[in-house]
Nanobody, 115 residues
Framework: VQLVESGGGLVQAGGSLRLSCAASGSTFSINAMGWYRQAPGKQRELVAAITTGGGATNYADSVKGRFTISRDNAKNTMYLQMNSLKPEDTAVYYC?????????WGQGTQVTVSS
């Protein structure tokens, strides 16, 4: 499975961005998809995840009410709508998919929120 993220950039606090993660390859075997982020000097953390079947979602407490994860199974694409962005949301955002007992990562996209 290959993953390509897009949609990152520079935005002012309070603004919005929409990230996309397009999957290709053996996409029929994807069980779930998620977004992680890693800020400088910090560990990579889960932001949100969604199953490809029932669409169940899970969010980090820090983004609940501001971020929305969604997926388009027909396009093999996952999205992260990020609203009310804060400077502490600044990080490299990574796409991750779970396939059977394994998982794959995207290359990451930078999100920078200025105060």
């Amino acid at each position: 499975v290959q993953l390509v993220e897009s949609g990152g950039g520079l935005v002012q606090a309070g603004g919005s961005l929409r990230l996309s993660c397009a999957a290709s390859g053996s996409t029929f075997s994807i069980n779930a998809m998620g977004w992680y982020r890693q800020a400088p000097g910090k560990q990579r953390e889960l932001v949100a995840a969604i199953t490809t079947g029932g669409g169940a979602t899970n969010y980090a407490d820090s983004v609940k009410g501001r971020f929305t994860i969604s997926r388009d199974n027909a396009k093999n694409t996952m999205y992260l709508q990020m609203n009310s962005l804060k400077p502490e949301d600044t990080a490299v955002y990574y796409c991750r998919v779970w396939v059977g007992r394994g998982n794959y990562w995207g290359q990451g996209t930078q999100v920078t929120v200025s105060s």
